[in-house]
C-alpha cells in the first residue's frame, strides 16, 4: 500500500494557516465576550480578516465555536491524560487529574474562560442558546471517567460507599473552586502551591484505607 500523503498546494497552506489564525482569534473572543455576545465581525476583526474570508473557511459563529471546543476539549485531554497515566490506583490517578488543574488553568486560560462562561449561561434563569455540543457537553463526557474512577476505588474499598457521580462533580467542582481563587487572586492562591491542601480536604473524609 502507498502510503506517500500527496504535498499540500500553496493555496491549501494558506488556507490552512488562515483557518488556525480565525480559531486562535475565535477563542480568544468567545472567552471573552461568550458564545451569545461574540459577534463574526468581532472575530474577523481580531483575526484581521475579511469577514468574507472567514465564512469561506466556516459555516458561521456555531461552527466556530463547535471546533474551538473541539480543539480545547483535545489540549484539556492531552494534559489530563498525560497527568493521569502516572497514577496506578484509582486514587493516584483522580490526585493528578486535581493536579493537572493547574497546568489547564496556566496553558489554556482561555478554555477553562469558556468553560465558566458556559456553565453560567446554561445554569442562568434567562438560559440561552448555545450549540449542544459545546465545550461544556464534552466536558461532561469526560468526567464520566473521572466517575469511573470513583467506581473502581469504592469496588477495591479504597473510597467510602457514596455515589461515584456526586463525587466526581464534587471534586471537579472543588478544583475549580480553587482554579477561580488562583484566576481572581493569584497572590494568595496560587493553584499549584495550595494544591496538596485541597486534596487533604477532599480526600480525607473519602479515603476508607491508607494509600
Known sequence: ???TSTPLTRRDRNKLRNRQEILAAARVVFAEKGYQQAGIQE???RAD???STLYSLFDGKEALYR???IDVAKQAGSLFDAAMDQGKTPYEKLVQYVRAKGAILREMPEGCRMLEMEWQLRHSPQGGEIPKDG???IYRRFMGHIEALFTAGIQDGSFVDGD??????LLDSTANTLMTLARS???HYDYDQRVDEVIALF???VLRTSV
Do not use: K, R, W, Y
Not at 461515584?164 to 462533580?169: D, E, K, S
Open 1 to 3: 500500500m502507498n502510503t
Open 43 to 45: 472575530i474577523a476583526d
Open 49 to 51: 480578516f475579511a469577514v
Open 67 to 69: 471546533q474551538v471546543s
Open 135 to 137: 465545550i461544556g457537553s
Open 164 to 169: 461515584p457521580a456526586l463525587m466526581a462533580a
Open 185 to 187: 487572586d493569584p497572590e
Open 203 to 205: 480526600f480525607s473524609p
